[in-house]
């Protein structure tokens, strides 16, 4: 069997390294108990390390289902937010043509009276 040296760990095991961090110590964990154990047998040994290994996999698992959680509300609060964004804008377009037909309105009042101002100078 060869020997495994075990790897300096971080005390970080917040971050994105925290799930490796984890099945570092664990793997390190049963590789040592494994050494340490008498030989009796390599049924034994199979079904430590058959073991281990479900451990391993049972750990990657709930990280990818905890990842695909947030992906999905992620993906959820996008949606949201895009249809948030689409409203705002409607709303935006309907306030600028409003502005633009009293603008108008204002533009041509304007020119009326204007005319009605010279008539009444000449």
Do not use: C, F
């Amino acid at each position: 069997m060869t020997a495994i040296k075990p790897t300096l760990l971080t005390d970080d095991r917040v971050g994105k390294h925290g799930l490796e961090a984890d099945l570092r110590d664990s793997v390190h964990r049963e590789l040592t108990a494994l050494r340490r154990a008498p030989d009796s047998g390599n049924e034994t040994v199979a079904n430590n390390l058959g073991a281990m290994l479900q451990r391993v996999a049972d750990s990657s698992l709930h990280e990818i289902e905890r990842l695909v959680h947030e992906l999905q509300s992620l993906r959820d609060l996008l949606e949201t937010e895009g249809e948030r964004v689409q409203r705002e804008i409607a709303e935006y377009v309907q306030l600028s043509k409003s502005s633009m037909q009293s603008t108008k309105i204002i533009a041509e009042s304007l020119a009326q009276w204007k005319s009605v101002a010279d008539k009444h100078r000449a």
